[in-house]
């Protein structure tokens, strides 16, 4: 099991820039596909950013050009750059990772089976 960590989030005004970063124990040796989705309140949970096995990334419209999700091989970290933030953009942030391969054959990149904690990400206007 991959135990994923977030860090980066804060409070900052329309306009500022904030990296989020997320490391995983193995994160490496068993992972198939990672990404970021955020949840607002009284918001469903929505996918912005990932990274699939073949190195393709999507974004979610509404972060296109705003965002960029990274990986880091060398220390297996995870970040999403996110500047020009919006008060829209107000939410708890979550890494997750497709890992092993069985989960990934049964599902590919459709369905993320380990998730991070969470970091909130607020932008007030």
């Known amino acids: 099991q991959v135990q994923l960590v977030e860090s980066g989030g804060g409070s900052v005004q329309t306009g500022d820039s904030l990296r989020l970063s997320c490391s995983g124990s193995?994160?490496?040796?068993?992972?198939?596909?990672v990404g970021w989705f955020r949840q607002a309140p009284r918001k469903e949970r929505e996918e912005v950013a990932t990274i699939e096995s073949d190195g393709e990334t999507t974004y979610a419209d509404s972060v296109k050009g705003r965002f960029t999700i990274s990986y880091d091989n060398a220390n297996d970290i995870l970040y999403l750059q996110m500047n020009s933030l919006r008060p829209e953009d107000t939410a708890t942030y979550y890494c997750a990772a497709v890992v092993g391969v069985n989960h990934y054959s049964d599902y590919g990149c459709s369905r993320y089976n380990q998730w991070g904690q969470g970091t909130q990400v607020t932008v007030s206007s």
């Open positions: 193995k994160f490496a040796f068993s992972t198939f596909c």
